[in-house]
């Protein structure tokens, strides 16, 4: 069956630490790949994606994430967090082809201390 | 662009009653749209898959007679929630993935379902 983890459940960090978020997914075929945040009271905003191409993207607000197909996985970086990156961070994935469903893991939430 | 509304952002109603929340995509057309639900502190849950023009499809495990989805138009899909019960209590999100476009979603606010 498709899912996806994320093992670090929650995160605090101090302003200025880098951050790495592991998401790690299995799936047999091709796969598009997605970072949201969700900023506490507010809706989900995409990050960044991976469709093809370079494996490195580079998202909004800094933060970039680097698809290793051989290890499934789909780590978020930044290297300097400040206070309000404090949210919520979700990992998705979803096939290249048919139902368009995502298969979302369990989150993350980060706290920044200032 | 692509903005994603959801009404009510919030509501409460008694035990039995039928509650409908609306799902617009407001600068764009969406084929399909997707109902989640999200408990307290976890990730959210895919209940259905709605399709412009046609019949939504739910997820194992979830009612469909319970979860009404109506996808009427490329702008609007609705979810009624009827005969509901205090364990409906929830936050329900919507998203839209814009027609012909990638597959990327796009998320609605939310609505928090309160059933006392």
């Known amino acids: 069956a498709q899912s996806v983890s994320q093992h670090n459940h929650h995160v605090i960090l101090s302003e200025a630490a880098s951050l790495e978020l592991g998401c790690n997914y299995s799936?047999?075929?091709?796969?598009?790949l997605f970072w949201y945040v969700q900023y506490p009271g507010q809706h989900l905003q995409l990050l960044l994606k991976?469709?093809?191409?370079?494996?490195l993207v580079k998202g909004i607000k800094g933060f970039e994430a680097e698809f290793i197909k051989s290890k499934f996985s789909f780590n978020l970086r930044k290297p300097s967090v400040q206070w309000s990156d404090t949210a919520e961070y979700f990992c998705a994935v979803t096939p290249t082809s048919g139902t368009y469903k995502y298969i979302f893991g369990t989150g993350t939430r980060l706290k920044v201390l200032a | 662009g692509a903005v994603v509304s959801q009404h009510p952002s919030w509501v409460i109603c008694k035990s039995g009653t039928s509650v409908k929340i609306e799902c617009r995509s407001l600068?764009?057309?969406?084929?399909?749209m997707f109902w989640y639900r999200q408990f307290p502190k976890q990730s959210l849950m895919l209940m259905a898959t709605?399709?412009?023009?046609?019949?939504?499809?739910?997820e194992q495990g979830v009612e469909k007679d319970k979860f009404l989805i109506n996808h009427a138009s490329l702008t609007l899909s609705t979810l009624t929630v009827t005969s509901a019960h205090p364990e409906d209590s929830s936050f329900y999100i919507c998203?839209?993935?814009?027609?012909?476009?990638?597959?990327?979603?796009?998320f609605g606010p939310g609505t928090r379902l309160t059933v006392l």
């Open positions: 998203s839209a993935r814009v027609a012909g476009g990638p597959n990327t979603q796009y």
């Open positions: 799936y047999g075929g091709t796969v598009n």
């Open positions: 991976y469709f093809s191409g370079d494996p």
């Open positions: 709605s399709n412009e023009g046609s019949k939504a499809t739910y």
């Open positions: 600068d764009f057309q969406a084929t399909t």
